[in-house]
């Protein structure tokens, strides 16, 4: 049971928009900041998103973040067949002192 | 870039040590957290070691049975997790800790910006 919560699987089509919610509290989404993370079959984790809404270097602005109160957002707009990963996300405790992840959510492209 | 130590094979009970090399950017600048991801399953937080305070956190549910150390000389992390179950198969990442802490409002940013190519380690009899 994660502390994050995320949904399984979302799917959508080609060209269009999705989002993936992360539902947290005060102790760690609301008061903390998210990062969000994709990972393809069988490769490492990559940085999408931190800072609630900051894109690193290198990731198109075809993926975004939000947040408000204890729940954050990512929205991935104009859909390929290569965004198909799984999606984290991630952020700090404060109550615990811990990290904590979603349980992610697997993207389908339909 | 971090490079992580190859595959490893354990027996229940045994302990194993997982390094992390850095190069590129100045080792002492960052923390390093460790992840690992069972068969199947999804991300777990192992924890990290934090360059903003210098401290090391656990997760909870492997306080006791692990520690993390960092080598500035060779810019090298290191996990070790003792007492291994069947249960601890997975593979392990260690990641670039970007982090900031806005002192105003107390509020921290964790995010892991660069990650090894991962660590399997099977514990099997």
């Known amino acids: 049971q994660s502390v994050l919560t995320q949904p399984p699987s979302v799917s959508a089509a080609p060209g269009q928009k999705v989002t993936i919610s992360c539902s947290g509290s005060?102790?760690?989404?609301?008061?903390?900041?998210v990062s969000w993370y994709q990972q393809l079959p069988g490769t490492a984790p990559k940085l999408l998103i931190y800072?609630?809404?900051e894109r690193p270097s290198g990731i198109p602005d075809r993926f975004s973040g939000s947040k408000s109160g204890t729940s954050a957002t990512l929205g991935i707009t104009g859909l390929q067949t290569g965004d198909e990963a799984d999606y984290y996300c991630?952020?700090?405790?404060?109550?615990?002192?811990?990290?904590?992840f979603g349980g992610g959510t697997k993207l389908t492209v339909l | 870039q971090l490079v992580q130590s190859g595959a490893d094979v354990k027996k229940p009970g045994a302990s194993v040590k997982v390094s992390c090399k850095a190069s590129?950017?100045?080792?002492?600048?960052?923390?390093i957290t460790w992840v690992r991801q069972a068969p199947g399953q999804g991300l777990e937080w192992m924890g990290g070691?934090?360059?903003?305070?210098?401290?090391?956190y656990y997760a909870q549910n492997l306080q006791g049975r692990i520690s993390m150390t960092t080598n500035t000389s060779t810019s090298t992390a290191y996990m070790e997790l003792r007492r291994l179950t069947s249960d601890d198969t997975a593979v392990y990442y260690c990641?670039?800790?970007?982090?900031?802490?806005?002192?105003?409002?107390?509020?921290?940013?964790?995010?892991?910006?660069?990650w090894g190519q991962g660590t399997v380690v099977t514990v099997s009899s």
């Open positions: 990641a670039r800790l970007f982090e900031t802490l806005y002192v105003d409002s107390g509020r921290y940013s964790p995010a892991f910006d660069t």
């Open positions: 590129g950017y100045k080792f002492a600048a960052y923390g």
């Open positions: 070691i934090s360059a903003v305070n210098v401290k090391t």
């Open positions: 005060s102790s760690n989404i609301g008061n903390n900041y």
């Open positions: 800072d609630d809404i």
């Open positions: 991630v952020t700090w405790d404060s109550s615990l002192s811990v990290g904590v």
